[in-house]
């Protein structure tokens, strides 16, 4: 089931855009266990259009997000600064697994990612006092994985800024798969 998902509260059902709204050429798939998903609002598609989302809400074999049709070739694993810095320390078992089927997907042709909804600096400088990981342990921990399972991680700074990322990869991996399969 496809549904164009609105932010919460604001009293409204549907999202508010611009002057006018134009549908996403892709699906957004959702894992059912993101608790706070990304809505991708007021994203402008051009000068007087933002993007109406197509989202789909269902379990993900890998990641967060990924795009109807290619989840075998795209994944994005979206992470808070909390949730980083619990899944390279306590979660660190299950969170080198997930970044194990991203290298598959990576081998395979596809494209994966890490978006940390935070800046490096702060990821680094400024970890999250219940952790009791240093910031010594993020930045090695995103080195060597790199390295070993060809999966970035991105801190574009704020959530929202994370958000917007998301949706662009979405939105270039999708045009480059589709002209791929045109050739």
């Given at each position: ?17 611009s ?24 994203i402008?598609?051009d000068?007087?259009r933002d993007?109406?989302?197509l989202?789909?809400?269902?379990g993900?074999?890998?990641?967060d ?22 899944s390279?320390g ?8 997930e ?16 978006i940390v ?8 400088f ?12 993020i930045?090695g ?20 800024m ?22």
């Amino acid at each position: 089931m496809i549904v164009v998902q609105a932010p919460p509260g604001g009293g409204s059902d549907k999202p508010k855009y611009s002057s006018g709204y134009t549908p996403t050429p892709f699906t957004i798939v959702i894992d059912t266990r993101e608790q706070k998903p990304w809505y991708f609002t007021k994203i402008a598609a051009d000068k007087e259009r933002d993007w109406l989302p197509l989202i789909e809400n269902r379990g993900l074999k890998t990641g967060d997000y990924s795009i109807k049709g290619f989840e075998d070739h795209f994944t994005i694993e979206r992470k808070s600064l909390a949730d980083l810095y619990g899944s390279v320390g306590q979660g660190r078992e299950r969170f080198e697994a997930e970044h194990q089927r991203m290298r598959e997907i990576v081998d395979a042709g596809g494209y994966c990612c890490v978006i940390v909804e935070a800046g490096q600096e702060d990821a680094i400088f400024r970890p999250p006092m219940e952790s009791g990981l240093s910031g010594k342990v993020i930045l090695g921990t995103q080195a060597s994985w790199f390295l070993r399972y060809r999966v970035p991680w991105f801190f574009p700074g704020s959530c929202r800024m994370a958000e917007l990322l998301a949706f662009k990869l979405m939105e270039k991996a999708f045009q480059q798969f589709t002209e791929g399969a045109k050739r």
